[in-house]
């Protein structure tokens, strides 16, 4: 009897195989030939097994077929690196039985410091979620809108999506084929995983401390607009939604007290205003004393009047601000019967409102009351001349006659009725502020 064509098969498989484990490197022609080799050792196997002839197919040829299998089983990993396999497969459109075609991935070896990325990754996404979380309340605090309903929901989506690459099956599928052209990307999870992460961590971090004091700084923006147009209620909501999203933005909280003043809230604006003073913010000072003024203490607003006067930032105010100041505190001054120096702070704010445009009634109009009572008082010391850019002492007839002419815009017209009776009327007239003075 003679040699049956499976035990030359295996045979010749069984040389082919120990070429193959002697090559260093592997040859293309060596792997395709041990490959087909093995193809045709199960052609014959199928074959025989088909066939209804009785074939008796000795026991050492099927052990040599299972250690020559198990010696390519070894060599699968490498095998899996072979760069034309794939178009080989193409070609030879093995059966997914044929094992041999299909080497399992290589498995990617584990990152030594893999403990290290995980537990940092896990601490970003913890880092992340807080962050989240803060700019989603901050939004979802404010009205309705399309702005807020985003900048509560992107936040969030992102931590969500970049927790779940990072942390779940199905995120890391999702990563492994947005990175699968970066070959050997694949084999450092933890560290993409880490960098996802941190990526993230440093995006919300960058808005949290950026982005939202841009944001509410629009808001503010957008009160302040609506506030000159007489749109209060437009106002006060856009002042709210910056303190929404910056909860120690001090000119936010100086404007909603403007608002609760303009609301007759004095309470809560006194609050908003202490507020905001609490940061340094000098106009707030200034609110808070005139409404002292309004509810006659003005004890309490020289006090904030002279700690604003003495700031060293108040050279770098606005005119406006100054001449408010000295202002207030002339009314203070003579409030409290101090008329000499009622009438230095009220020179000085003269000084600085010729410079504003327009020119401002109601320091000459305070003047012209400081210059009554000391001429109705027969014990006041005289006036000393001014100097250093102080304008002289006018009578009390020229400061009223110089408030009637300032006098000229609808917001005056309190200032305007009492320039008018004071010129009409020699006798003095009792201290007063109109109801809308700055």
């Not at 080989?88 to 044929?98: A, N, Q, T």
């Not at 989506?157 to 690459?165: C, E």
């Not at 002042?239 to 929404?244: C, M």
Request: glycine share 6%; proline share 9%; aromatic share 10%.
């Amino acid at each position: 009897m003679g040699t049956h064509p499976l035990e030359t098969a295996i045979a010749d498989y069984r040389h082919w195989m120990t070429q193959l484990a002697a090559e260093q490197p592997w040859s293309e022609e060596t792997v395709l030939a041990t490959l087909r080799s093995r193809d045709r050792t199960q052609y014959l196997i199928d074959q025989l097994a088909d066939s209804s002839h009785d074939v008796v197919i000795a026991p050492q040829i099927w052990l040599e077929l299972a250690n020559t299998d198990a010696d390519l089983g070894r060599q699968s990993e490498r095998l899996g690196t072979v760069p034309p396999l794939a178009d080989w497969r193409k070609s030879v459109h093995p059966p997914d039985h044929h094992w041999w075609w299909f080497p399992p991935d290589p498995e990617s070896p584990k990152e030594a410091l893999g403990w290290l990325w995980g537990g940092l990754t896990i601490a970003l996404l913890t880092i992340s979620f807080a962050l989240a979380q803060d700019v989603a309340s901050r939004f979802t605090a404010s009205a309705p809108g399309i702005w807020s309903s985003l900048g509560a929901i992107v936040p969030v989506v992102l931590t969500l999506f970049a927790s779940g690459g990072a942390l779940t099956q199905v995120g890391q599928q999702a990563l492994e084929t947005l990175v699968l052209s970066f070959g050997p990307a694949r084999q450092n999870w933890a560290k993409l995983k880490f960098f996802l992460a941190l990526a993230l961590a440093t995006g919300l971090f960058l808005f949290h401390s950026l982005g939202l004091p841009r944001i509410a700084a629009i808001y503010n923006q957008q009160g302040q607009d609506h506030y000159k147009t007489g749109d209060w209620a437009s106002a006060q909501t856009n002042f709210q939604q910056a303190l929404n999203l910056m909860p120690d933005y001090p000119e936010a909280q100086f404007r909603m007290g403007v608002m609760y003043e303009e609301f007759q809230q004095f309470d809560s604006a006194r609050s908003e205003y202490l507020r905001a003073m609490r940061a340094g913010y000098l106009p707030a000072y200034n609110n808070l004393a005139r409404l002292y003024l309004r509810q006659d203490n003005p004890n309490e607003a020289v006090t904030l009047l002279r700690m604003a006067l003495s700031s060293p930032t108040l050279s770098d105010q606005e005119p406006e601000l100054q001449y408010a100041l000295y202002k207030n505190l002339g009314q203070a001054r003579l409030d409290q019967g101090r008329l000499p120096e009622a009438e230095t702070a009220l020179l000085e704010a003269i000084t600085i409102g010729a410079s504003l445009d327009p020119p401002r009634p109601d320091a000459y109009c305070l003047l012209a009351q400081v210059i009554e009572a000391q001429e109705a008082d027969p014990n006041a010391m005289p006036s000393p001349s001014p100097s250093g850019g102080v304008p002289p002492l006018p009578t009390a007839t020229e400061a009223w006659t110089q408030c009637l002419q300032l006098a000229n815009r609808p917001e005056y017209d309190a200032w305007e009725g009492m320039a008018r009776q004071a010129l009409t009327q020699p006798a003095p007239i009792p201290p007063s502020e109109p109801p809308n003075a700055n």
